[in-house]
């Protein structure tokens, strides 16, 4: 100022806290009491047996909850006691075996249910030794903690499992037993990471200084100020991905909603018009009309149909779960419904030849979901040849301009690059166990960790047993 005072005559600072967990008794979901004030007992019991307060976590996929507990035996009796809310705490003085009970609500789980293939000996069919500690046991726990018998009164039924979860049973998930984190499988309710945090305020605040007329047009920005030059470039990245991200399903929302439903050879154009953009939007040199306008059109269309596709994946962005994740997208198949109830057709396989065209269809559709999910699918915009020509072009057509340039994504073994564009292509899933082979329902790499196919085609199937015959080998 020309006075030579300061311009801010004082500093001001708001803190941002995350917010707590939310804690829950161990009781039927329709008498338990909910708290996210964190106390380790419920207000009001009075006289009588204190009812204790537990941390939940739920699962990323299903949103099944998890009790976050301790299992402290001492000689024969045992008990369940809080444990710390963050999923992966770890101390010198944890008390117990670390895990997670989950209640038993419409057969979650029995004692002879199928496990995932990889937990078992290929020779035996036994348990391997690794795994025997994992499998879900079946407790009886009281309101206050204790473990109990079956005939208590007010006893709970539930399984618990140790951490790391290797298996949901609401899901029917199986993870690997390396991965010791268990950020990716689950959430609690605040639960977020530092970059994401600031993204969402800042976009808020910018959103909220939109809304407010009483601040000129051009002051309606936000400037931030960090004293690390690595976390301002990890900041201004998550940001930048954050914005494609929401600014391609947000397209996809309003194509939908204009169209109701969309099949995948018309996806692109439709986000396209959704989108709207203007040449200055996506063009390295920008012109209104005629054939230069029209190329770069039908490559930018490509380029979405691309992004669409890759976003079906269930990757890295844990923290940003896609529209199917959501529940605001749905995909169905064209053709399931009459392929799963021509008889004629499953006539003489082992298994789904016996299953009724509903359970048929739904053990189908299964299986397409997790090919689907890990990028196995016979589609032309994740073929090598379109990949190739999408890197080559992009470029060269966009430059910098260019919406929806993200880096994100890439799979060194399954990508393209060229000049700073990562592109994936479409992958090969295979049985597991198998060391090659091909699939004759979708073609294209191999098995990822975590999703196994069999857990959902028994789940779907679990009434016709027998590990002599399972459905994927018929399948595969």
């Known amino acids: 100022m020309s006075s030579g005072e300061p311009l801010f005559a004082f500093r001001l600072h708001q803190f941002l806290a995350s917010g707590g967990s939310v804690h829950a008794t161990i009781e039927t979901p329709d008498r338990r009491l909910l708290s996210i004030q964190g106390q380790v007992y419920a207000e009001g019991d009075g006289d009588r047996e204190k009812r204790v307060l537990f941390p939940l976590a739920f699962c990323r996929e299903c949103g099944q909850e998890y009790?976050?507990?301790?299992?402290?035996?001492?000689?024969?009796?045992?008990?369940?006691?809080?444990?710390s809310p963050?999923?992966?705490?770890?101390?010198?003085?944890e008390?117990?075996?670390?895990?997670?009970?989950?209640?038993?609500?419409?057969?979650?789980?029995?004692?002879?249910?199928?496990l995932p293939d990889n937990w078992l000996d290929p020779r035996t069919g036994n348990i391997k030794e690794r795994y025997q500690?994992?499998?879900?046991?079946?407790?009886?726990?009281?309101?206050?903690?204790?473990?109990?018998?079956?005939?208590?009164?007010s006893a709970i039924e539930g399984c618990w499992q140790p951490?790391?979860?290797?298996?949901?049973?609401?899901?029917?998930?199986?993870?690997?037993?390396?991965?010791?984190?268990?950020?990716?499988?689950?959430?609690?309710?605040?639960?977020?990471?530092?970059?994401?945090?600031t993204t969402i305020v800042a976009t808020g605040a910018i959103r909220g200084l939109r809304r407010d007329d009483g601040v000129p047009a051009d002051a309606r920005k936000l400037l931030s100020f960090t004293d690390n030059r690595q976390d301002?470039?990890?900041?201004?990245?998550?940001?930048?991905?954050?914005?494609?991200?929401?600014?391609?399903?947000?397209?996809?929302?309003?194509?939908?909603?204009?169209?109701?439903?969309?099949?995948?050879?018309?996806?692109?154009?439709?986000?396209?018009?959704?989108?709207?953009?203007?040449?200055?939007?996506?063009?390295?040199?920008?012109?209104?009309?005629?054939?230069?306008?029209?190329?770069n059109r039908r490559a930018m269309v490509d380029l979405l149909?691309?992004?669409?596709?890759?976003?079906?994946?269930?990757?890295w962005r844990v923290a940003q779960p896609n529209l199917e994740q959501c529940g605001l997208l749905r995909i169905e198949y064209d053709g399931l419904t009459e392929l799963s109830s021509d008889d004629g057709l499953w006539r003489g396989i082992p298994v789904i030849g016996a299953a009724s065209p509903a359970r048929r269809e739904a053990v189908l559709g299964a299986l397409l979901d997790h090919l689907r999910s890990v990028l196995a699918i016979d589609a032309v915009p994740l073929t090598d040849e379109r990949t190739r020509s999408l890197a080559a072009r992009g470029p060269r057509r966009f430059g910098s301009r260019g919406l929806l340039m993200s880096r994100s994504g890439c799979v060194p073994a399954a990508s393209r690059c060229c000049r700073g564009w990562h592109l994936r292509c479409a992958t090969v899933e295979l049985p597991c166990g198998s060391a090659h082979g091909h699939l004759s329902v979708v073609t294209f790499a191999r098995v990822g960790l975590?999703?196994?196919?069999?857990?959902?085609?028994?789940?779907?199937?679990?009434?016709?047993?027998?590990?002599?015959s399972p459905l994927y080998a018929v399948i595969f």
């Open 163 to 197: 951490r790391p979860l290797l298996l949901c049973p609401r899901r029917r998930a199986s993870y690997d037993l390396r991965e010791t984190s268990d950020f990716r499988k689950l959430v609690t309710l605040s639960q977020t990471g530092r970059s994401t945090a």
């Open 305 to 315: 149909e691309y992004r669409l596709l890759e976003d079906l994946a269930r990757a």
């Open 86 to 93: 963050l999923l992966n705490a770890f101390g010198d003085d």
């Open 95 to 114: 008390e117990g075996e670390v895990g997670y009970f989950v209640l038993e609500q419409d057969g979650l789980w029995s004692e002879d249910e199928d």
């Open 450 to 468: 975590g999703i196994w196919t069999v857990i959902w085609i028994r789940r779907q199937a679990r009434s016709f047993r027998g590990r002599s």
């Open 67 to 83: 009790y976050l507990a301790n299992l402290v035996r001492d000689g024969e009796a045992a008990q369940l006691i809080p444990r």
């Open 232 to 295: 301002a470039s990890l900041q201004a990245g998550h940001l930048n991905d954050f914005t494609q991200v929401v600014l391609l399903r947000g397209a996809l929302l309003r194509a939908l909603g204009q169209a109701k439903a969309l099949s995948h050879d018309r996806i692109g154009d439709a986000v396209f018009r959704a989108l709207d953009p203007a040449p200055e939007d996506f063009m390295k040199e920008p012109v209104g009309g005629g054939p230069g306008y029209e190329n």
């Open 133 to 153: 500690s994992h499998r879900p046991r079946q407790l009886f726990v009281l309101a206050n903690g204790s473990i109990s018998g079956k005939d208590a009164v």
